[in-house]
């Protein structure tokens, strides 16, 4: 499967954007999909996973309660509504993907990843 991120971008703090991540393939609703930060210098961090009929959804606890994923099977797209965002949420977000997963935290063990979108928050 092939992922396409986008939606980032510049915004002040307490802004909102909506990340999308578009898959190829006609297996989309297999996958659990999930969404992996990474800041200048930093590691890369997991941000949020949703399961594949989207009846579960997983947050770090760093964005939990202003983020949200979904998922439209029909569209090949998960989603990534980030609201009252914070300086530090600046980063590059990765969408991924995966058929078999224990740990959604654990970026190893996501098979595809998109190529990243920018997010800036500014102060």
């Known amino acids: 499967v092939q992922l396409q991120a986008s939606g980032g971008g510049l915004v002040q703090a307490g802004g909102s954007l909506r990340l999308s991540c578009a898959a190829s393939?006609?297996?989309?609703?297999?996958?659990?999909m999930g969404w992996f930060r990474q800041a200048p210098g930093k590691e890369r961090e997991f941000v949020s996973a949703?399961?594949?009929?989207?009846?579960?959804?997983y947050y770090a606890d760093s964005v939990r309660g202003r983020y949200t994923i979904s998922r439209d099977n029909a569209k090949n797209t998960v989603y990534l509504q980030m609201n009252s965002l914070k300086p530090e949420d600046t980063a590059v977000y990765y969408c991924?993907?995966?058929?078999?997963?224990?740990?959604?935290?654990?970026?190893?063990?996501?098979?595809?990843w998109g190529q990243g979108t920018l997010v800036t928050v500014s102060s």
């Open positions: 949703i399961s594949w009929s989207g009846g579960s959804t």
């Open positions: 991924a993907a995966t058929q078999y997963i224990s740990n959604y935290n654990i970026a190893r063990e996501y098979d595809y």
């Open positions: 393939g006609r297996t989309f609703s297999r996958y659990v």
